[in-house]
């Protein structure tokens, strides 16, 4: 018989550095998970992604047990690595922070592509492109 799942909780940590610190702390101790047990298991599972923020879905059952699932880094995080940028611009439309080229977009775009709204992987590039543009960083081609 499968377990009742009560609940699921939805955080960002850094890969392979995450601590019982908040935010995971809190929310996965108001709840009766074993924190320490989900920080291990969690920097285990993402240390190839080594300080980069990752998104995880943590499923946490009636007998406190979880389970939880790891996606992609966020397009802009990716986007701010590539074009060696500190953040995005506050005004985009007319301050650009940094380029990146087509090359790392379809890069960006292949490493999102299961986590985005996108039949294909044109259709994904043009979804980083946007985040680009709205982060004021330039396309070179």
């Given at each position: 018989m499968a377990k009742k799942e009560v609940l699921?909780?939805?955080?960002?940590?850094?890969?392979?550095?995450?601590?019982?610190?908040?935010?995971?702390?809190?929310?996965?101790?108001?709840?009766?998970?074993?924190?320490?047990?989900?920080?291990?298991?969690?920097?285990?599972?993402t240390k190839e992604h080594n300080g980069t923020i990752v998104p995880v879905v943590i499923s946490v059952f009636a007998d406190k047990s979880f389970t939880f699932e790891v996606k992609s880094p966020p397009a802009a995080v990716l986007l701010k690595q590539a074009a060696e940028v500190a953040k995005g611009s506050g005004v985009p439309n007319k301050e650009k922070?940094?380029?990146?080229?087509?090359?790392?977009?379809?890069?960006?775009?292949?490493?999102?592509?299961?986590?985005?709204?996108?039949?294909?992987?044109?259709?994904?590039?043009?979804?980083?492109?946007?985040?680009?543009?709205?982060?004021?960083?330039?396309?070179?081609s």
């Open positions: 699921k909780i939805k955080l960002q940590a850094p890969g392979g550095q995450a601590t019982p610190a908040p935010p995971i702390g809190p929310a996965l101790g108001q709840h009766g998970v074993n924190i320490g047990q989900f920080v291990s298991q969690f920097n285990e599972r922070v940094g380029k990146v080229s087509v090359e790392q977009v379809r890069k960006i775009a292949q490493t999102k592509f299961k986590d985005l709204n996108a039949y294909n992987l044109d259709q994904a590039e043009k979804i980083i492109r946007g985040t680009a543009q709205s982060m004021g960083i330039e396309i070179e």
